[in-house]
């Protein structure tokens, strides 16, 4: 009995595949395009199971389109600039070019094996000077549209590592790398004007039909529109050289329960004010040494300083509230100031309880309720409340409805104005590190900032730099920092800062259209393949790089590098889950713990065990971490059970939407299905040559199952539900080896056979080569079209009836789906064990509903 061998099979195909370049992508405008991309992978040097389900399912897409007809588009590349690549320099002394290199090469030797439909002509990585360098003239091109701007931000300052950190590098407020107390320092930076298209952005979510309703909603939330008021308070007590403080508030109608005024710790006002108290300058910078993200200054304590100002409350002269510094307020967002209004905002309520400053209801439940206690009363704006102190004669309102008669309010007593505010704030670019895109502007004296050059890109970054001394290595590279004005030629000095990585991962999908161009973009080719058709990656990056994506396509149509309908480059996006795994741990003598990786443990049917006997304790089921050591290596996978069983396995265990748990027992399920699907190939005898009798029953009920696997498996893939193809396959597999019978089967399970390949030719395309070559099919596979299913094989013409004697159902008969109300009882009451019930004798009444049951009374 022959044997299915993935050690010899797969590297065979892959090597025919490549000799045939069949999965070159060349422009064709009589083939109808199909641009399949997932999110490129950065070159940590390993690839991971994540890695394989993620570039399974858009090789499933590729293939499935390619034997449709489709001319298809499946690249590949690598977002290789990035923090990690100087981690490893500083810590193995290598420069972080040799280290980004050769991960790329050893994880394109570990991918290849794995069989994807990659077009591997068109690989690059973002770290390449013809990459980057394009980048530069787009942000050239940028810069001349308007679309750039150079400001100050505060930013997460790293004192020790001397440079800014991202929200995520703070623990803490530590550096995660120094160890040192993270400052919020203002520095001048580069940003992309992203805020200017907040509404056209956020508009444009409505025509993301095929992007998951999660994912529009994070985006729609991110650019954060909001309706609101913009009012000043006048100072009762001051300082000189401020007379006013100007607060944007979205809850204007809770304007009549404020009880303190605050403001953050970066507001020119407390700058002003820390030159003349020290409690406030030591408060200040205690506050400048945490984060900057929304996110963590909401989780930390809330404090803050009382100024002993104090303004008036635009209503009521009278009234006057503490003006306070906390350190819960961004400066970049409205302001820099709000007032308070305790029984509305649990975290206002927070501060007010810490403080002792006093809380007044503006608007309570409609059925009645109870003084704000601890618990702030925050319903939905779309709920109806009972206002107190409202700004309408209708005490009963939404918040909605209470904001916008606030808004009238005080725009006919004209102490404040409507605005339309958006929480998208311009995209900093600007970063103090080595390993990126240098920014191609030079500062001169005597210019300002200049432009490099067109026809002087790239920019590249210098070699020969010293990472073992903390900050910005460019900063000290005379030789190559020093250079003359591009505009007047004197002595002058380049831009040190290089770009996020987020710029490189903005624009690569319009890159791959041409790799080769000495443009950013060629119009032809960007104008036939854009836009990417299919996109899948992690919900990770659901927000920022989608986002910023969006941004650089409309940019890039400004800038002339892409086309009009490109401003949405992503038709249809599909967010996968993750591999999961078990962790495994012992302790070590101090009682640490120890983590081991799953081909150190040894299960067994009461625990589980490292190979010294030393019994293991097994952990949750977690995503796959190096830290916890619960990866499973996909090279191990692929020395023992082959490509396919892999791909096989990440495809049918659970919906691609969610996670995965990768199990031993799984892949060895999934290697002996494959094992049997080859057998039966190989078992198959030949087919008897065609005579004129009919197919019989067996034969009809197999060509009727190919034919409806055909159509499932069909819209399985069409709609991202390919466990549930899997499923179908199973079911066909099964079948074919049930059936028996004479020349008819024989023909039937051949044709079935050759179904069967075409079919699992997207998930296991080494094994559905073999079988296409073992049926003597035509051709390549991989070039062969997609099989059709047959409408007559798909109208069901039978039914199954139930049979019930008494209300108690007896047994079942299948009839024709056309059979008349005679034929149907004569069957009925000719079925055994209707016959045996009934004892001999004649029932009483025969109900017939047809197409659905017999009822016989006995």
Not at 63 to 89: I, Q, S, T
Not at 621 to 638: L, Y
């Amino acid at each position: 009995m022959s044997r299915y061998n993935a050690r010899v099979t797969e590297p065979k195909w892959q090597q025919v595949w490549a000799r045939s370049r069949v999965f070159c992508a060349t422009r064709d405008v009589t083939k109808p395009k199909y641009y399949v991309l997932e999110m490129f992978p950065y070159p940590s040097g390993r690839i991971h199971i994540g890695h394989v389900r993620n570039y399974t399912m858009g090789d499933v897409i590729a293939r499935y389109k390619k034997a449709r007809g489709f001319n298809v588009l499946h690249p590949m590349g690598w977002d290789a600039f990035g923090m990690p690549a100087e981690n490893a320099a500083m810590e193995k002394g290598v420069h972080p070019g040799d280290w980004t290199y050769q991960n790329i090469a050893d994880m394109r030797e570990q991918m290849q094996p794995l069989g994807f439909s990659l077009d591997w002509e068109r690989e690059f990585a973002t770290c390449d000077p013809e990459y980057y360098g394009q980048q530069q003239a787009l942000f050239l091109d940028f810069l001349e549209a308007g679309l750039i701007d150079r400001k100050k931000s505060v930013v997460n300052w790293d004192p020790v590592d001397m440079t800014v950190l991202a929200n995520e590098q703070v623990e803490d407020g530590r550096g995660w790398r120094s160890g040192a107390l993270v400052e919020r320092k203002e520095l001048t930076q580069w940003f992309f004007k992203i805020s200017d298209m907040a509404d056209e952005l956020l508009e444009a979510i409505d025509t993301l039909e095929e992007w998951p309703e999660k994912v529009r909603l994070m985006q729609a939330n991110w650019i954060g529109k909001s309706r609101g008021l913009q009012f000043s308070f006048d100072f009762a007590s001051g300082l000189d050289g401020f007379e006013a403080l100007e607060v944007y508030t979205t809850r204007p109608d809770t304007l009549m329960g404020a009880s303190f005024a605050a403001i953050s710790p970066d507001h020119p006002l407390a700058k002003a004010l820390e030159e003349q108290r020290d409690d406030i300058k030591a408060f200040n910078e205690e506050c400048r040494r945490g984060g900057t993200s929304e996110e963590e200054i909401e989780k930390a304590e809330k404090r803050g300083i009382d100024t002993g100002l104090t303004v008036t409350h635009p209503l009521d002269p009278d009234w006057e509230l503490p003006v306070w510094i906390a350190n819960f307020i961004l400066m970049d967002y409205g302001t820099g100031a709000i007032f308070g209004c305790p029984a509305h905002d649990q975290r206002d309520l927070d501060f007010a309880r810490k403080y002792g400053l006093p809380v007044q209801d503006v608007y309570m439940p409609v059925d009645g309720g109870e003084p704000v206690e601890n618990e702030a009363f925050v319903p939905p704006k779309t709920e109806k409340v009972r206002y107190v102190r409202g700004f309408a004669g209708d005490e009963v309102q939404t918040g909605d409805e209470g904001v916008a008669a606030a808004i009238a309010h005080a725009e006919a007593s004209d102490y404040g104005t409507g605005v339309t505010k958006y929480r998208l704030r311009d995209w900093g670019l600007s970063r103090q590190r080595y390993w990126g895109a240098p920014i191609p502007i030079v500062h001169c004296e005597d210019c300002g900032l200049v432009p490099e050059k067109k026809e002087n890109l790239p920019v590249e970054l210098p070699k020969d730099v010293d990472l073992s001394v903390p900050g910005n290595p460019l900063d000290r590279h005379p030789t190559w920092r020093d250079v003359p004005c591009p505009a007047c030629g004197k002595p002058a000095k380049r831009e040190t800062d290089t770009m996020d990585t987020f710029v490189d991962s903005s624009w690569y999908f319009a890159r791959f259209t041409a790799p080769d161009a000495e443009t950013p973009t060629d119009p032809e080719a960007a104008a036939y393949w854009m836009n990417v058709d299919q996109y899948i990656g992690g919900v990770e990056h659901a927000i920022l790089h989608l986002l910023y994506s969006r941004f650089f396509a409309r940019a890039m149509i400004r800038t002339g590098h892409l086309p009009e309908g490109a401003a949405e480059p992503f038709n249809a996006l599909f967010t996968q889950g993750m591999v999961t795994h078990e962790t495994y741990s012992t302790k070590d003598a101090q009682g640490r713990t120890v983590w081991h990786s799953p081909s150190e443990v040894v299960r067994t049917d009461s625990g589980a065990k490292l190979e010294d006997g030393t019994p293991v304790e097994i952990g949750p089921v977690i995503k796959m971490s190096k830290s916890k050591k619960n990866v499973v290596d996909p090279m191990e996978i692929i020395d023992q059970y082959g490509a396919d069983t892999a791909r096989w396995f990440v495809m049918s265990d659970s919906p691609p939407e969610r996670d995965v748990e990768w199990t031993a027992a799984g892949a060895d399920a999934a290697w002996k299905h494959l094992q049997r699907v080859w057998r039966l190939v190989a078992e198959l005898e030949e087919t008897p040559p065609a005579v004129d009798e009919k197919d019989g029953a067996e034969a009809i009920a197999l060509r009727r199952l190919t034919h409806r696997t055909i159509a499932d498996v069909t819209a399985s893939i069409e709609g991202f539900s390919f466990n549930k193809g899997v499923a179908k396959l199973y079911e066909l597999t099964n079948a074919i080896a049930k059936a028996k019978g004479g020349a008819d089967v024989a023909r039937a399970k051949r044709d079935a056979l050759s179904a069967l390949a075409q079919l699992m030719q997207p998930m296991t395309p080494h094994l559905a080569e073999e079988m296409w070559e073992a049926l003597g099919g035509e051709g390549l596979l991989v070039n062969a079209p997609w099989p059709e299913a047959d409408e007559a094989y798909l109208v069901k013409d039978t039914v199954l009836l139930p049979i019930q004697i008494n209300g108690k159902k007896r047994s079942e008969i299948t009839v024709a789906k056309d059979a008349d109300r005679e034929t149907v009882e004569a069957a009925a009451l000719a079925d055994e064990a209707v016959q045996r019930a009934l004892d001999g004798k004649a029932p009483r009444k025969v109900i017939v509903v047809p197409g659905r049951i017999v009822n016989l009374v006995a």
